[in-house]
């Protein structure tokens, strides 16, 4: 059975493997590198060579070009030989089965995709028994259809090894397809156990939602890596681990909070991602429904990130797909302190690109496509969290009163109460 979690593999070096294509130019094919290296890094791996490839679109059998993958061989060859052994070769995009198998007879090294490698880091992640059976079942449901290519060397010894021998013959299955069977089978029985336990905790999750109260619920959503859990801490004056690494958070943490004299829950959710994989998506649906029941999501953004637009759509792309979109919102824009930007010199005629505008014209920007739905905050130097404090108020009170009108005697507003 394969093994997902590489994170003893401290050291292992990596190559990374990206194709430049009409719906993914140049500039964007590095972002999505980078962040491939950071998953990486975030998994143990230490990357030390970047291949790409401007094509159509991947090759049906070696996802690069042949002549691409002679290269990449060429360079695996010739680090072994300056002993300084390459560990593996991870691909930006999902392989498939067949792209698998051909790419490792080809490197004959260890080959992983985006979404295998996305899978390792959930792994090492996982703390829960929720979270550590949806990652145990999202692996069985990619591992599944690539099944046949751990068996491809008995294969070679199925002939015919029964009588008759005919088209279709049993007698013709060796004992790597029998293997192959076994193994399916064992797998399928295994992830409906897990399905029917992912059912027992959504459950009791749902049951625990159920005898929260009548408290207004409020999710921290966004890109992994954007300081959600960093926001929760500082907002909820807990202790949720924070870490510099991407989906540092696998399990929906909740915290009760009062700004002044209102309670509300507050909750910390994993982080999205482009590409994010389908069966991961399918594997963490009673994470996901912290999402879909909350009365109000605080999308996070790192405004920092140079491709921060991006990854704000795609969160948003993400929470209308499980049905969380349109739900009452507000946008923070974290990570002030580390925005930077070029300015572009005097005599430059050329028109100003997203990486010339300075904070000031992005926040008036953004301030006017949404008005009083944004704010611009640094979670780790504290700046302007008061007055993030005070929108949450003012929002969570307006859903309180719409939710729960007889509760209304409770709460004065906030600036009433400050003063």
Not at 88 to 102: G, K, N, P, T, Y
Not at 137 to 143: G, I, S, T
Not at 220 to 233: A, C, E, F, R
């Amino acid at each position: 059975m394969k093994e997902f979690v590489i994170s003893e593999a401290k050291t292992e070096t990596a190559v990374l493997v990206a194709l430049i294509t009409p719906d993914q130019d140049e500039r964007k094919t590095k972002e999505y590198l980078d962040e491939l290296e950071f998953l990486a890094e975030t998994a143990g791996a230490r990357t030390v060579k970047r291949f790409t490839q401007r094509q159509g679109g991947p090759n049906s059998s070696t996802y690069v070009g042949k002549g691409k993958l002679d290269e990449i061989h060429e360079y695996i060859v010739a680090e072994e030989k300056a002993d300084r052994e390459v560990g593996m070769v991870i691909f930006d995009d999902e392989l498939s089965a067949q792209q698998l198998r051909i790419i490792e007879g080809e490197l004959e090294i260890k080959i992983l995709d985006r979404t295998s490698l996305i899978l390792d880091i959930f792994a090492m992640r996982a703390q829960t028994a929720n979270a550590k059976t949806q990652v145990e079942l999202a692996q069985y449901r990619y591992l599944l259809p690539r099944l046949q290519r751990l068996w491809t060397h008995l294969e070679r010894q199925g002939g015919g090894s029964g009588s008759g021998g005919g088209k279709g013959s049993v007698g013709l299955r060796g004992p790597g397809e029998t293997q192959l069977e076994m193994d399916r089978r064992i797998i399928l029985n295994r992830m409906a156990l897990l399905k029917k336990r992912l059912i027992e905790i959504d459950q009791q999750k749902t049951t625990q939602r159920q005898n929260r109260g009548k408290l207004i619920r409020v999710a921290l959503v966004g890109y992994t890596n954007v300081g959600k859990s960093t926001l929760m801490n500082l907002l909820s004056k807990s202790d949720v681990f924070a870490e510099n690494k991407l989906f540092a958070t696998l399990d929906t943490t909740v915290r009760k909070m009062v700004v002044d004299n209102l309670p509300f829950l507050l909750s910390d959710t994993v982080g999205f991602i482009r590409k994010l994989p389908t069966t991961l998506v399918d594997s963490f649906k009673s994470t996901l429904d912290e999402v879909r029941e909350a009365d109000m999501l605080v999308h996070v953004v790192d405004i920092s990130h140079p491709d921060f637009e991006e990854q704000l759509e795609v969160t948003n792309r993400t929470l209308s797909e499980i049905g969380a979109g349109g739900k009452p919102s507000m946008i923070v824009f974290n990570k002030i302190d580390a925005y930077t930007y070029i300015q572009k010199d005097a005599d430059d005629l050329t028109p100003k690109t997203r990486e010339n505008w300075t904070l000031e014209e992005l926040m008036s920007t953004w301030m006017a496509k949404v008005g009083e739905d944004c704010i611009f905050i640094s979670a780790r130097e504290r700046t302007n969290i008061e007055e993030l404090r005070r929108k949450l108020y003012i929002k969570v009170r307006e859903l309180h009163v719409q939710k729960y009108p007889y509760n209304d005697f409770l709460f004065d507003t906030y600036e009433e109460t400050k003063s």
